[in-house]
């Protein structure tokens, strides 16, 4: 293994690694997809790596669904309407720009607006608390689930990029 070889292995390792411990607040998985993608590009697909990468490809759309619909089932569970969850999910994600800070920007103005809606919608708080509550769960059930497939997913890179 050469020194450039070895840079960009570190490089690559270090996204992913920032995609993993920051998937609260970013979009992690996509993340290490985009990390795995750029190594591609700088050393060489190969056989092996274009079956890996068609992998991670999978995984990070899989979990990314999977993500929002834990999300949307839990609090739908909890007496949430689908469209209130639909505009709790695009402020979550639209709040992760407005305010990138962790929590405030995305899950707390996701929860509020949830909260907020549900509220006015069934004219009672502890409904809409209810509903805020099973978003909540949804949310730390997607977080356990991305964290595995995003080490899942780092995993796979180690194997293609130590071959």
Known sequence: MNTTDLIIKSITLAVMLVGLLVIPILPGLVIIWAAALGYGIASGFGTLGWIVFAILTVLMIGGNLIDNVLIGTHAHKEGAAWWVILIAIVVAIAGNFVIPVPIIGGILAALLVMFAIEWL?????????????????????????????GLFMIGLWLVWALA
């Open 121 to 149: 919608r069934q004219k009672d708080w502890r409904k809409a608390l209810r509903s805020m509550k099973g978003m909540l769960v949804g949310c730390g059930w997607a977080f356990v689930i991305r964290l595995i497939i």
